[in-house]
């Protein structure tokens, strides 16, 4: 890292980890990333963040890359800058929390491979969820960012947030981040909140925003102004919509004040070359909705990630045009849930409930996904405010939410998931062993080489006045196997493409006596049943994968099990019979 005076500002570049999560959905592919973090190593950056969020998931879901491996490659590259990861606490990197010794494991390996910082985090801002992460951080000598989830609502304020920060300073901080994932934060709270912060802690402040809302450049020169230390900013080809500001700019802002970051803008304009091929090649996934200033975030409170991949899902639910319906239900989820800050898991949470809610056409919570149940329970934490007695009923009917630090009630893990691992032949390292346990759905294929890259789609052109438009997908029956294509555009002509996953082959479709129909697009994660077995009106059938979250199947009546259409790992679409309940 370059020099830089003790009033300097530091900048932590996003463009490898949030900045490609919030516009393309977190498809950057490792080969990309290996000229761009070449670039960015002769900058200066305070640091990168490279690594966590959602790249797990995408890496092994869609891309066929090894993020264990993309880290070990990115630290190779990366010889001068820290790598930073974001961390969720007790969830780690997934969406559920996980016992005491796979966070021990975790944190370890992730020290190990190559990260510097790590910026942990709870959606919650429970603590009780921290604690164990921030103390695998410590031990592991490395830099410990404590988080602050930031949001507005009747129950959260500047002066709790203070408090919370002195606590986090309390337990071992080395740095402290306001982390505005959805570019809420207002220029006067952002100074308010960085001095009483300074006024309590001695210690570095970040402040982390998106600027979908279009206020975040105005807030990050008032953080400057307010004496923030460091400011999260993204590479311009890379930056604003739902991404954050553009490093570019920030760094030019404060030019030869006493703020200055010492940062060259040659070296930046290098990087800036790299971003604009990069952003070039993927700009097909770049969906003008979170390219844009959207003041309804406001209201809706999503986060730039999540925003993006709520069009992508509502997509594969052929259901696009109920977006403003879904933005529009968000808050309503969000107060019966008792305001939880909106990031990952809270964010899929309550958004993907809110696109339920829609699709039930009016039913509210009538299909509750499993996390939504296990949020209410008390399972991710304590909720900012307590969830109404009438909204809790609906939910869980006469079961009582838990008060004790959930990952209390969990018992170790590590070992019986390794030989579980190992007896499948799925470990080649032992990182192999997390990957495993993370992400136990979709695992299995990716560690035995079974799954396939995600293509880039070309960008579709529009259709000439008079010509007939080329439709973007439609199903196709080859020897009796049903496959979802998409279909793309190239020059001369059309070609398919199979999507990553086919759907049953056996799933009827359309009007079957007794017949249980899928609902959603997604996957079968689980059959609850066998054929011949009794089942009562509500028993759960199967659990469908779908939007990240695990949606079950009620049965809709008493009876029993005489016909079942589809196996685990089966993807199904909306309105498939999946079984027959006579």
Request: glycine share 8%; charged share 25%.
């Amino acid at each position: 890292m370059c020099a830089a005076k003790s009033d300097s500002l530091n900048i932590t570049d996003t463009t490898l980890r949030d900045a490609h999560q919030s516009l393309i959905a977190t498809r950057l592919r490792t080969e990309d990333m290996l000229s761009l973090a070449r670039a960015i190593d002769e900058v200066g950056f305070f640091s990168v963040e490279a690594w966590g969020g959602a790249t797990f998931d995408s890496c092994i879901r869609f891309l066929n890359d090894d993020p264990w491996e993309r880290l070990r490659v990115l630290k190779a590259e990366l010889e001068r800058t820290p790598i930073q990861m974001l961390l969720r606490g007790q969830n780690l990197v997934g969406y559920r929390h996980y016992p005491d010794d796979v966070v021990e494991k975790f944190v370890e390996a992730s020290a190990r491979n190559g990260v510097d910082i790590f910026r942990v985090f709870d959606a919650l801002n429970d603590i009780r969820n921290m604690k164990k992460a921030m103390a695998e951080v410590k031990n592991v000598g490395a830099h410990l960012q404590g988080a602050i989830s930031y949001t507005t609502s009747p129950v959260h304020s500047v002066a709790t947030f203070v408090d919370m920060a002195e606590e986090l300073y309390s337990l071992g901080c080395d740095s402290i981040c306001i982390k505005d994932m959805a570019g809420l934060i207002m220029p006067h709270d952002a100074r308010d909140l960085i001095t009483g912060i300074k006024k309590k802690a001695d210690v570095k402040v970040c402040l982390h925003s998106h600027c979908t809302s279009g206020v975040a450049p105005l807030s990050y020169q008032a953080a400057i102004d307010a004496g923030v230390d460091i400011l999260d900013t993204a590479m311009s080809p890379f930056a604003l919509g739902t991404s954050q500001p553009p490093t570019e700019s920030v760094v030019a802002s404060v030019a030869g004040t006493a703020r200055d970051t010492g940062i060259d803008l040659l070296p930046l304009r290098k990087v800036r070359n790299v971003c604009l091929d990069l952003r070039e090649k993927y700009d097909s996934l770049c969906d003008a909705i979170t390219g844009r200033v959207d003041s309804d975030v406001l209201i809706y409170q999503l986060p730039g990630g999540m925003i993006s991949n709520l069009v992508s899902q509502l997509k594969e639910q052929d259901a696009l045009d109920r977006l403003d319906e879904v933005f529009h239900e968000v808050p309503r989820v969000r107060e019966d849930l008792g305001y939880p800050p909106l990031v990952t898991p809270t964010s899929q949470i309550v958004g993907t409930q809110a696109v339920f809610n829609v699709l039930m056409n009016g039913e509210r919570y009538r299909n509750v996904t499993n996390e939504v149940k296990d949020y209410v329970l008390g399972l991710y934490g304590r909720p900012p405010a307590p969830i109404s007695p009438e909204i809790r009923k609906m939910i869980i009917g006469n079961e009582l939410p838990i008060t004790v630090r959930p990952a209390d009630q969990l018992a170790p893990i590590y070992e019986q998931m390794k030989k579980e691992a190992t007896e499948q032949g799925l470990v080649n390292r032992e990182e192999d062993v997390l990957t495993y346990i993370l992400y136990p759905s979709i695992a299995p294929s990716f560690l035995r080489g079974e799954r396939q890259p995600e293509a880039i789609p070309e960008k579709a052109a529009a259709a000439p006045a008079g010509v007939a438009e080329i439709p973007r997908s439609m199903e196709v029956e080859v020897d009796g196997e049903i496959f979802s294509v998409r279909i793309v555009t190239v020059e001369g002509g059309s070609v398919t493409a199979p999507s990553a996953a086919a759907s049953s082959a056996r799933a009827p479709r359309g009007d079957v006596a007794g017949g249980v129909k899928s609902n959603m697009q997604g996957m079968v994660l689980k059959l609850m049943v066998e054929r011949g077995g009794a089942v009562r009106k509500g028993d759960t059938l199967i659990v469908l994968e779908a939007m990240k979250m695990e949606n079950p199947i009620p049965s809709p009546r008493d009876g029993t099990v005489s016909e079942i259409f589809v196996d685990a790992g089966d993807v199904v679409q909306n309105g498939d019979v999946l079984m027959v309940i006579e």
